[in-house]
């Protein structure tokens, strides 16, 4: 059984940067894909970033590829989503997903099996 936790999550001021954490155990950690979802109150699930098993490809929404990069440490099986310019839309709560796949491409349309308990992120003056 694959265990994903994260954390870094917290309350910050418009602008501020965050960098969330997952550890993930039970499983061979390049084996999964893994993506970081958020779901802001009142509206559905959306992917902010993947990234391939080999970190060799990252993929990171649109309207965020500015301020947000994602990450992962083989060694430490651990994914990373540094928030940079945080504003206030960004307020959700931040799930770790991981997928078992070999895709070398990263990208919206996976289906994760595996998910954490998320981590609250709330962007506020």
């Known amino acids: 059984q694959v265990h994903l936790v994260e954390s870094g999550g917290r309350s910050v001021p418009p602008g501020a940067s965050l960098k969330l954490s997952c550890v993930v155990s039970?499983?061979?950690?390049?084996?999964?894909?893994m993506g970081w979802v958020r779901q802001a109150p009142g509206k559905a699930r959306e992917l902010v970033a993947s990234?391939?098993?080999?970190?060799?490809?990252?993929f990171v929404k649109r309207s965020l590829r500015e301020r947000f990069t994602i990450s992962r440490d083989n060694d430490k099986n651990m994914v990373f989503l540094q928030m940079n310019g945080l504003r206030p839309e960004a307020t959700a709560v931040y799930y770790c997903?991981?997928?078992?796949?070999?895709?070398?491409?990263?990208?919206?349309?996976?289906?994760?099996?595996?998910w954490g308990q998320g981590t609250q992120v709330t962007v506020s003056s």
């Open positions: 997903a991981a997928e078992r796949s070999t895709a070398l491409v990263a990208g919206p349309g996976l289906a994760y099996a595996y």
């Open positions: 039970g499983g061979t950690f390049t084996d999964y894909v």
């Open positions: 990234i391939i098993w080999s970190g060799d490809n990252t």
